[in-house]
């Protein structure tokens, strides 16, 4: 079991993988429930195995595919 958590510690997501022996590959999505997008910033992983728990802190990066989001328009108007 993979989960993901927030700066405070709060598990916001879990992962199922095979409980079989040998490497395994696990991925997240980076989606929350009701299938929302993580945004950038901090989070945790922890990995919960028979052994034990291994855990890891990590940035979320903006997907450089997605464009930013437009200015307001209120903002930008009367700038000369």
Known sequence: ???IHD???AEIARVEGKNIP???????DARLG?????TPGTYAVR?????GTEARVF???P???????DPDPSETQNRE
């Open 22 to 28: 040998g490497l395994q590959a696990v991925q997240w």
């Open 47 to 51: 990995l919960l195995d028979a052994p």
């Open 34 to 38: 009701q299938n929302r997008l993580a």
């Open 1 to 3: 079991v993979l989960t």
């Open 59 to 61: 940035q979320l990066l």
């Open 7 to 9: 700066v405070v510690g």
């Open 63 to 69: 997907d450089p595919q997605t464009p930013a989001e």
